[in-house]
């Protein structure tokens, strides 16, 4: 398949860009979407010693059916699975979380989406280093890529950019599990097209807590505004922009409540969870 061979060529040439030898240990996170079951799929068939960690979120059929999803992938191409179950781990689901978090703001000023990246991102670096690994990788494509410097553009801070890449950068510290993304380079339509062509079992439809995101408008725009070439262009010319700045490595602290890797004295997801 022509498709096939475009995405594994783009994925090839990513991997090789970033050094990602053959024998790290990577742990795929996975989703239940395409684009997780794409980096799966390819990291697998590359010969590549990769594991699937998959989080329960806990948000009725539609976590159901991501979880079915991604046992049947995992069991179809032989890959060991981790579930982390949001509710048996945390206490509650994702949508509990959020809606207490909420509503100790000032009405809607955390997204949802913005909660559940902090936290999902939280549990991935914990659970990849107590599990042993050296490298998450995700289903970031280039369209997630490219909304992203877009809206740090259109927010003021395009600064947030500088450090984007296939492979998290200036970031050392044992605690702390580098990020990979092999799909930098494919676009999202690329990506559809495929894993209907393979029948991969995937969930189309977006998370129903998708609602009133900056990304969702900003995506919709592009797609409507932007044909596929002209979107490979931009992303190219951001790249060649922001790697025009050097970057500074950031210094890493433990965070007081839990200990994990972070910024500051206190990690988002803990900033998140002691909100009064
Ligand atoms: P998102 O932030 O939902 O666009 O997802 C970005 C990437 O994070 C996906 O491509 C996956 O690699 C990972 N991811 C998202 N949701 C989950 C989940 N529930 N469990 C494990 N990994 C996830
Ligand atoms: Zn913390």
Not at 35 to 62: C, P, Q, R, W
Not at 133 to 149: K, P, R, S, V
Not at 238 to 248: A, P, T
């Amino acid at each position: 398949m022509e498709l096939e061979k475009n995405i594994r060529n783009k994925i090839k040439e990513t991997l090789k860009k970033i050094h990602l030898s053959k024998n790290k240990k990577l742990l795929v996170a996975l989703s239940g979407g395409k684009d997780s079951a794409t980096t799966l799929y390819f990291l697998n068939k590359f010969g590549y010693s990769v594991e699937g960690l998959h989080i329960d979120l806990g948000m009725g059929d539609y976590s159901k059916n991501c979880k079915s999803a991604v046992i049947e992938l995992c069991s179809n191409l032989g890959v060991p699975l981790h579930v982390y179950d949001i509710k048996k781990e945390m206490g509650s689901s994702m949508c509990y979380i959020r809606t207490t978090i909420q509503s100790k703001q000032v009405k809607g000023e955390i997204k949802n989406c913005a909660i559940c990246g902090v936290i999902k991102k939280w549990i991935l670096n914990k659970k990849a280093r107590e599990l042993g690994f050296e490298f998450i990788a995700t289903g970031h494509n280039l369209d997630d890529e490219l909304q992203t410097f877009l809206i740090n553009v259109f927010k003021g801070s395009p600064n947030l950019s500088f450090n984007s890449g296939a492979i998290t950068k200036n970031i050392q510290d044992k605690k702390f599990v580098n990020r990979v993304k092999p799909l930098f380079y494919v676009t999202e339509d690329d990506i559809r097209k495929f894993t209907k062509a393979k029948k991969l079992p995937v969930v189309y439809s977006s998370c129903p807590c998708l609602i009133d995101s900056y990304r969702k408008s900003v995506r919709e725009w592009i797609n409507k505004e932007i044909s596929k070439k002209e979107k490979e262009i931009a992303f190219k010319n951001f790249e060649k922009i922001f790697s025009l700045k050097k970057s500074v490595a950031s210094k890493i602290n433990y965070c007081e409540i839990c200990e994990e890797p972070c910024r500051d004295k206190i990690c988002k997801k803990c900033s998140l969870f002691t909100l009064k």
